[in-house]
């Protein structure tokens, strides 16, 4: 009788641990976190060293807590179709904190800050002290990028007008070539391509920030919403709090 009620017990307990096993998320058993990034530069590129300072923040945070990260690098709206899409993708970044992007993506604490702004043309200066000044500029935004909440809504409505490119550099030679009064950029990304980008260095004497950023901006990873969405997020929290990120970010970007 004892025999069989051990047997018993113990098939029931090998259930329960089936049942805990299947039920938890798929990060307990996967190390490695496969996400999607773009070539931003300094924050993220397949050609920087450590593949940018952001990635560099997001591997270092996974490996305190015991995970790999392989990254995989996409034209931007292509990295976030398949952080959404593919199952074997759990997110992708760095992504900008915004009402839009939660609605499909649960959002990492900040990996780290960078301002935005304006790129203007040092011939042809913008003073502005509300986004109402700007109703008869034309503004150039890479397409898919998020901005701010109120520029954004101010494009979507048509109070501002927005020319959209496929990326930050193409902005900077349009605004260089008068095409565009201001582009909406980074400015650590600004600095970065007209010191690096062989299209962009003979223009750099000629463009510059303009001095009142839109907002200092958090970056993040945007996980697959669901459990396992949730589980790394709080991993990646957790990571984060153990390393320096600050130093890691100041040492890649040389500041």
């Not at 995970?67 to 292509?78: K, T």
Request: glycine share 8%.
């Amino acid at each position: 009788m004892l025999a069989r009620l051990s047997t018993k017990l113990s098939a029931l307990f090998l259930c329960i641990c089936l049942a805990m096993t299947a039920a938890s998320p798929a990060v307990a058993q996967d190390k490695v976190v496969r996400l999607t990034s773009l070539d931003w530069p300094p924050f993220s590129g397949d050609a920087l060293k450590d593949k940018g300072a952001a990635v560099a923040v997001v591997r270092a945070a996974f490996a305190a807590v015991g995970h790999e990260v392989s990254v995989s690098f996409y034209p931007w709206n292509r990295a976030v179709t398949l952080a959404r899409e593919d199952s074997g993708i759990r997110g992708y970044f760095p992504e900008y904190a915004g009402a839009e992007v939660e609605r499909d993506f649960i959002l990492s604490v900040p990996l780290g800050t960078s301002p935005l702004g304006f790129a203007e043309r040092v011939d042809a200066p913008v003073t502005w002290t509300g986004l109402d000044d700007l109703a008869n500029a034309r503004i150039g935004v890479v397409d898919g990028y998020v901005n701010t909440e109120d520029l954004d809504a101010r494009i979507a409505d048509g109070r501002l007008t927005a020319d959209r490119a496929n990326s930050d550099a193409t902005n900077l030679k349009k605004l260089a070539a008068g095409r565009i009064d201001l582009a909406v950029i980074d400015r650590a990304v600004m600095t970065d391509l007209l010191r690096t980008n062989p299209d962009l260095k003979a223009l750099a004497a000629g463009l510059r920030f303009n001095a009142r950023p839109l907002e200092d901006k958090t970056l993040h990873i945007a996980f697959r919403k669901g459990a396992e969405g949730e589980a790394l997020a709080r991993l990646f929290a957790e990571g984060l709090s153990k390393i320096d990120a600050a130093a890691i970010l100041s040492t890649a970007l040389g500041s």
